[in-house]
């Protein structure tokens, strides 16, 4: 069974129904040439994603990053919070989608949303 790497506050999401989507990057020489086949999910897999927990994949696309709406992010699991962005000095209610930059960019590294590159999106429920 292949794996979907969740950090904890994600899988703490999948356990209460929060978190019903992910999003995976797609490293740039494994960009699909054609179609939309992800090589080891489909539609109805049932997938780990780490201490026993499974979901059951209800749909796969690719988008780039920054194409999240805010209903995806939010399904993600990154509701508006009040946090601190890098270009600001003051604590803002951030949007969804900045949560959701930020977030990205602390599990991929600085900039890596600002790349706007290439991406799973897996919409998934809980299984089992």
């Known amino acids: 069974m292949k794996a979907i790497i969740l950090n904890d506050a994600e899988k703490i999401g999948v356990i209460t129904g929060r978190v019903t989507q992910a999003r995976m990057p797609i490293p740039p020489d494994k960009y699909p040439r054609s179609g939309l ?14 201490t026993g927990l499974n979901i059951k994949v209800t749909g796969i696309r690719i988008e780039r990053i920054q194409d999240i709406s805010e209903q995806d992010a939010r399904a993600c699991g ?29 599990k991929y590294g600085l900039g890596a949303y ?5 991406v799973w999106v897996i919409d998934f ?4």
Not at 114 to 118: A, P, R, V
């Open 37 to 50: 086949h992800h090589p080891s999910l489909k539609i109805d897999s049932r997938v780990g994603i780490g």
């Open 78 to 106: 990154y509701p508006k919070r009040k946090g601190r962005r890098s270009d600001q000095s003051q604590l803002s209610l951030m949007d969804d989608v900045r949560y959701f930059d930020d977030v990205w960019d602390e």
């Open 125 to 128: 429920k809980k299984w089992g």
């Open 114 to 118: 600002k790349n706007n590159d290439w």
